[in-house]
């Protein structure tokens, strides 16, 4: 699968964070584990892929929902971050996609904005850009909980966009999870998806093109034929 001519030569690109430019999401998911355990809430493995991409709020508010439980929404998200910042605080360095230092420094030659959009709350994504060295190459990272309504919803791709001063039709967007790939296209813009390890329990359909190595993408964008 090729990309379309027209659509290789965006104006700028936005990353998802966990699963495409960090092998973080087996973090989330220990960290994620660590709190069902805590409060006794028995959640499968196919539930849980589920959650992938949206807010960790989303996640409990349907897990809660599910389950009529008593427990609430706003202190389950804040005590899964607590747990989650030292957890991350204490990696030693995240390395980042294989491949992605090659496509980030294309993109920075070929003077392309670039921005993070995640779904991760601040602090994580904080450190987690951080601990992987990338930080240099984004104009801006956003946290969908900061911005309006989390992943599947368009809204973090559409602040970033604004924040980029380029119209949502001319961005493109690198995801792995269902709900992300989604986002992007309720957002209006090109998505490709990256078949990480990550991604293997994602529905990956509705993405235009799929890609499992950031070499063959830094080969298709801007190429003429």
């Not at 584990?33 to 805590?38: A, D, H, L």
């Not at 390395?95 to 670039?114: A, H, I, Q, S």
């Not at 380029?166 to 309720?186: R, T």
Request: aromatic share 8%; with cysteine; charged share 30%.
């Amino acid at each position: 699968m090729q990309i379309p001519v027209e659509k290789r030569f965006p104006k700028a690109i936005i990353f998802d964070m966990d699963g495409v430019l960090v092998d973080s999401e087996p973090y989330h998911i220990e960290v994620e584990k660590r709190m069902f355990q805590k409060v006794g809430v028995d959640v499968s493995d196919e539930e849980h892929a589920s959650y992938m991409g949206t807010a960790t709020d989303v996640m409990w508010r349907q897990i809660i929902e599910k389950r009529q439980l008593s427990h609430n929404v706003e202190e389950m998200t804040r005590l899964t971050n607590l747990e989650g910042i030292p957890f991350f605080s204490a990696l030693e360095k995240l390395e980042p996609m294989p491949g992605l230092r090659t496509l980030l420094d294309f993109l920075e030659n070929k003077k392309v904005p670039m921005a993070v959009a995640s779904s991760s709350n601040p602090e994580t994504v904080k450190i987690i850009i951080d601990k992987s060295g990338l930080r240099k190459y984004f104009k801006h990272t956003i946290s969908s909980g900061s911005v309006g309504k989390s992943k599947p919803a368009p809204d973090v791709f559409l602040h970033a966009a604004k924040l980029l001063g380029v119209e949502p039709e001319n961005c493109l967007v690198i995801e792995d999870s269902k709900n992300g790939i989604k986002a992007a296209k309720n957002a209006g813009m090109f998505c490709v998806a990256y078949g990480g390890a990550s991604s293997e329990s994602q529905d990956q359909g509705e993405a235009d093109i799929v890609v499992e190595d950031f070499e063959k993408l830094t080969r298709l964008l801007f190429a003429e034929d």
